[in-house]
């Protein structure tokens, strides 16, 4: 029913409808189902609603759920408790994470949300939210656990090239050496592509495999050196 009328507001674009919608309902359950978000979302740029309805529309419907995790005893919170850390750690909202992890929510737990499924660790990481990252693997957070397309933590954390949150996640022991499922890139290799020089420089420092590769037969060398990453190549070739 809430997807029907969202959905009937938008489609007419009669964004007065719909803000008294989100009032009215969103403002007074404190909650909504997430994968509506997505799907409304993912579905404004076909019909070409501005930029800043969506932004609105993104804010309201997330705050909903902050403030049902804040309550303790919404409907969302008790159904989606997982779904609801993983959005705290993809925002960088500590307050929220640090809520649910005393709560007691498993921080492991992967989800699906879109077309993705992944777990708090792995937002927090990907995102560069050290705080985050730190609580997450002080309580016991699985630091080599694989999103769907099989990059981990330190993966993607390096692909983005967030320093600090690579050197925390060496220091926890992360395997440096994974490979995701689809090309067979390593953490270095992502680095490497990207030409994040320092966490190349921390990964080589630490013993990450310069010699492995790709499905297509690329290593961290040769990508550098495909894209260009002076600095890095000259890295790679000294150690």
């Given at each position: 029913m ?7 507001c ?11 919608f ?27 609603i501005?930029?800043d ?29 997982s ?14 994470v ?15 949300y ?10 927090a ?19 080599d656990?694989?999103e769907?397309?099989?990059?981990t ?5 390096s ?6 949150v690579v ?31 320092e966490?190349v ?39």
């Amino acid at each position: 029913m809430i997807s029907s009328i969202i959905f009937y507001c938008f489609n007419k674009k009669n964004r007065f409808v719909f803000f008294d919608f989100i009032k009215t309902h969103v403002g007074n359950k404190k909650y909504i189902l997430l994968n509506t978000m997505f799907i409304l979302l993912s579905t404004f740029k076909i019909h070409g609603i501005e930029e800043d309805l969506m932004k609105h529309i993104a804010e309201q419907l997330q705050e909903s759920v902050y403030e049902a995790a804040r309550n303790g005893n919404d409907e969302w919170y008790k159904n989606n408790d997982s779904v609801t850390l993983i959005l705290a750690c993809k925002d960088g909202n500590k307050e929220i994470v640090q809520l649910l992890i005393k709560a007691g929510v498993d921080i492991n737990k992967k989800v699906r949300y879109a077309s993705f499924e992944s777990t708090a660790l792995i937002e927090a990481c990907k995102n560069g939210h050290e705080e985050i990252v730190r609580l997450l693997i002080e309580a016991g957070a699985d630091l080599d656990i694989k999103e769907n397309e099989g990059f981990t933590a330190l993966m993607l954390a390096s692909e983005n090239g967030h320093e600090d949150v690579v050197r925390l996640l060496i220091e926890a022991g992360a395997d440096l050496n994974e490979k995701d499922i689809v090309m067979g890139f390593t953490a270095l290799m992502l680095a490497s592509q990207n030409g994040h020089e320092e966490v190349v420089k921390q990964l080589i420092e630490v013993g990450a495999d310069l010699n492995l590769q790709t499905k297509n037969g690329f290593t961290s060398l040769l990508i550098a050196t495909q894209n260009g990453h002076g600095d890095v190549v000259k890295q790679l070739i000294k150690a």
